[in-house]
Every structure is written in structure tokens, then in C-alpha cells.
């Protein structure tokens, strides 16, 4: 009979300990720590015992030279999906997806799962979360009922095992969820740590084997994290997060790790009655209900991933009866607002000590570029002087510490965006105007933060004369 030891796991993290602890010391976080029975003879993968896996096979080695091929992929026909996982489904690739509750993770897997089953690649769809009956339901109103999809419901994975290897193995496989899933190699209750890495582990082992593409459902954490170990997320190819709340119609579906194609690509998508509609056109899609008459608004000339993206960025600066003033933010950094605030006080002499500042990103976007600081501080001029900035004109740039405005990357292809949605203004990093710029757009170079409050003064005063 095999030996069984109890560890003590942290659910957070993943990190394993000799004893219980209420905090643990990888991750901080408290009472995360559970108790779990282990099995000293088969391991996680259910092996050999200990002395046939002592010694291993030799292994060649290589050089760096050699034939090399494209890695082949699998086309769903839905663009915006192909262009985040850079080109469309590798074979043998693991992928986890990860998303709020009804943010519409399992409508856009099914929609994916339908367009491949409809091109003639083998799909199979296993909920473990849904009886088939819901599933069927929402393709029925997806109009989707008639794709030849393999569904089951099942959350054990000997039994998905012996189901995928009882016939040809698909071209591509998605479970939802993973945090469902358990396997009887570890002695835990579905959902901890042990059996999400054991189980991740089993279908990854599959799908490296037999060139499936496996698409594994992830749930996500208060914070927004999906949640369970980070080896998960080590073990697959790529990870994905699904953007967006109930709020908007704008789902964001970006790439956070990518091992065949470009991280932080982001692919949009509108939410609809009969499921996910791509969106060709994004920025005319997020500046379509443009106020530009009103001020504290500005255009941020931005870039996800390979694509320009142009955002808008809105402003609002109030007279605060507080003591300590408020600062609120949605959709960009609060410590990146904060260092905003602090450069134009100190080195521009505008003041925002006594306002209340909000500032919003039009849409739901959420951005992490620091590119997007020159349109900050557009719009919070403009709030805080009570006048509108142009509205053919937009804004990109990061602003250091000392108040110079630093270069940021791909310019000409912001540039190239804002002009052909028919801005003809820009202002931007002094840097970026030495790239050789060909765009009939009007590029105002800046290198300093107090240069670009000048020319706002003065537009200000032109303003008022008039």
C-alpha cells in the first residue's frame, strides 16, 4: 500500500510547506494554507514507483542549426480572435482564457469551436460547468445549433482521457473550466491547488501528444487574476483575458503571454444579441460618442500590441471642500496620475492641491501605456481652465520626472491612424518627429512639458479675446 504524507499548500500561490501557517511566505497572502493528503507512490502524473523511474533515457542533444518550420496553425475565420493569438490556433498549443462571470468567455469558445467545426477540423467542447442543455441552448441562440460539435459534460479527466483516446484526436479541445476539473493520481477536493496543477498537467501531457489545441477556461480572482496556482499559467503556451463589464458592449480580448505570437495584442469585440460581433475599426468605435465641445477631453494617439488604437481621455476638475482633495480614476494608473499631478505643480506651476481630480478612459478601455501622459495632462488642463481643446487634434507622449516629454514607440503609426479619421493636428515627443514622417498630419514636436502648457496659455488667450 502506498505511503500517503500530508503537505500544507497554498492556494494562492501554490507554494508547498512542511507545516500549517496562517500566512504564507511566498505570496502574503493569510489563511490561504490548507492541509492536503498526498500519495507517496504514483505522483501527479500517476507513474512508476521510485525505482523504475531512477534512472531515465538518454536524451540527444542538438545544435542551433538546423531545418526549422513554421509552427502550423489552425484559422478560425474570426479575425479578431486570429490576430491575439497571432495568426490563429498553433497545433499542440495550450492556451488558458480567463475572464469575469458573464464576461463572455464560453460565447466566444463556442462561437471559435462552431467556425472550426464548420471548416472541417474535429472540435470538441466539454463544460464542467454547464449541463449540455444549457450549452445547446446558447448555441441555439448564437445560431450555432447546427455545428458539428463533440459536446459532453464531465469534469473527471481519466474519463475525458479514455473519451479523447477511444477515437481520433481533435484538432482542437476546450474545457471549461479548469478549476473544475479533478483526477483521482491526487488525494484533494476539486478546485484546490494540487488538483488544478495535476489536472493542467494530464491535459497538456494529451494535447502535446496528439497535436490538439487545448483552450482551458479560467476564473479570475476579486483583483482580476486568474485565480489558482501560476504554474498554470507557466505550463500553457498562452494566456488570454477577457475585458470589459456589464456597463459597456466592448469586450477587449488581450494577450498577456504568448509563446508563438506578440503579447499585449489586443483583438475587440461588440457585444450583441446574437453573441460577439468583431470590430473592424476600434478607434471610430470608442471616439464615436465624442463630445468636442466640452472640455477636460483629449485624444490619446495609443498602441495595443500591434495595433493604433485611438481612445479618448476624459477629464474632470472641481473645487474640493476637503482637506485632502480626491483623486479617482478608471481605466489608467492612479500612481501614474499622482506623478502627473506632481510634475505639473512642480515644474510647470499649475495647481491642483485645492481640486478634486477624476479622470476616465472613454469605453471601459483599460491602458498601461505610458505613452498616454501628454493626453493626461491635456485633459487636465483643459478641465482646470474650463476650455475645450481642438477637437481635430490628438495627444501622445510620456512625461518624466524633470517634465521632458520622452518618445515613445511606433509614432508613424499612431500618426497614420489619427489621419485617416480625419485629424489633422498632433502633438508629440520632439524625438519621434526625426523618425521621417510622411503623414500629411500637422505634428507639433514638444520637448518639454512647460512648452505645451505655453502653447495651451496662449491658445487660452486667443480664445478668451475672441
Request: some cysteine.
Amino acid at each position: 500500500m502506498a505511503r500517503r504524507s500530508t503537505s500544507y499548500v497554498c492556494q494562492s500561490c501554490g507554494a508547498i510547506t512542511s507545516k500549517w501557517m496562517g500566512r504564507c511566505e511566498s505570496c502574503g497572502e493569510w489563511n490561504s494554507i490548507v492541509e492536503e493528503q498526498t500519495s507517496g507512490g504514483g505522483g501527479i502524473g500517476g507513474g512508476p514507483g521510485r525505482a523504475s523511474r531512477s534512472k531515465g533515457r538518454v536524451v540527444p542533444l542538438v545544435g542551433l542549426s538546423g531545418d526549422t518550420k513554421e509552427a502550423p496553425r489552425i484559422q478560425t475565420n474570426v479575425a479578431e480572435l486570429d490576430r491575439v493569438t497571432g495568426g490563429g490556433f498553433v497545433r499542440g498549443s495550450a492556451l488558458l482564457v480567463g475572464g469575469d462571470p458573464g464576461i463572455g468567455k464560453s460565447t466566444l469558445l463556442i462561437q471559435a469551436a462552431a467556425q472550426l467545426a464548420n471548416l472541417g477540423h474535429k472540435t470538441v467542447y466539454i463544460s464542467g460547468e454547464e449541463a449540455i442543455g444549457q450549452v445547446r441552448l446558447r448555441a441555439e441562440r448564437l445560431g450555432l445549433g447546427k455545428a458539428p460539435v463533440a459536446l459532453a459534460a464531465e469534469t473527471s479527466v481519466e474519463d475525458i482521457l479514455a473519451t479523447l483516446e477511444a477515437d481520433k484526436a481533435p484538432a482542437m479541445l476546450i474545457l471549461d473550466s479548469v478549476q473544475t476539473l479533478w483526477t483521482d493520481q491526487v488525494d484533494s477536493p476539486p478546485g484546490t491547488v494540487t488538483q488544478v496543477r495535476a489536472s493542467a498537467q494530464a491535459m497538456v501531457r494529451y494535447a502535446k501528444k496528439n497535436g490538439t489545441t487545448l483552450v482551458l477556461v479560467g476564473h479570475v480572482t476579486k483583483d482580476g487574476q486568474i485565480a489558482g496556482p501560476r504554474v498554470v499559467e507557466h505550463m500553457v503556451d498562452a494566456v488570454l483575458y477577457f475585458e470589459g463589464d456589464g456597463a459597456h458592449q466592448y469586450r477587449i480580448l488581450r494577450s498577456v503571454k504568448n509563446r508563438f505570437g506578440a503579447t499585449d495584442e489586443i483583438g475587440v469585440f461588440e457585444m450583441t444579441g446574437k453573441g460577439l460581433q468583431e470590430v473592424s475599426n476600434p478607434s471610430a468605435l470608442f471616439l464615436g460618442d465624442r463630445t468636442t465641445s466640452a472640455p477636460g477631453a483629449a485624444v490619446f494617439a495609443g498602441l495595443e500590441g500591434s495595433r493604433p488604437l485611438l481612445i479618448e481621455i476624459q477629464a474632470l476638475v472641481a473645487q474640493s471642500s476637503l482637506g485632502t482633495p480626491r483623486r479617482a480614476v478608471i481605466g489608467w494608473d492612479s500612481a501614474r496620475l499622482s506623478m502627473i499631478l506632481a510634475v505639473l505643480e512642480a515644474r510647470c506651476g499649475v495647481r491642483f492641491s485645492q481640486h478634486d481630480v477624476y479622470l476616465n478612459v472613454a469605453g471601459g478601455l483599460k491602458i498601461n501605456e505610458p505613452g498616454a501622459d501628454l493626453a493626461v495632462a491635456a485633459a487636465l488642463i483643459s478641465s482646470l481652465s474650463g476650455l475645450a481643446l481642438p477637437a481635430n487634434c490628438v495627444y501622445f507622449g510620456e512625461i518624466s520626472l524633470s517634465g521632458a516629454i520622452r518618445p515613445v514607440a511606433q509614432a508613424q503609426s499612431r500618426l497614420k491612424e489619427a489621419e485617416k479619421l480625419g485629424f489633422d493636428q498632433a502633438y508629440c515627443p520632439e524625438g519621434n518627429l526625426k523618425d521621417g514622417a510622411t503623414s500629411a498630419l500637422k505634428a507639433t514636436g514638444l520637448p518639454e512639458l512647460g512648452d505645451f502648457v505655453a502653447k495651451l496659455s496662449v491658445q487660452a488667450s486667443v480664445s478668451g479675446d475672441s
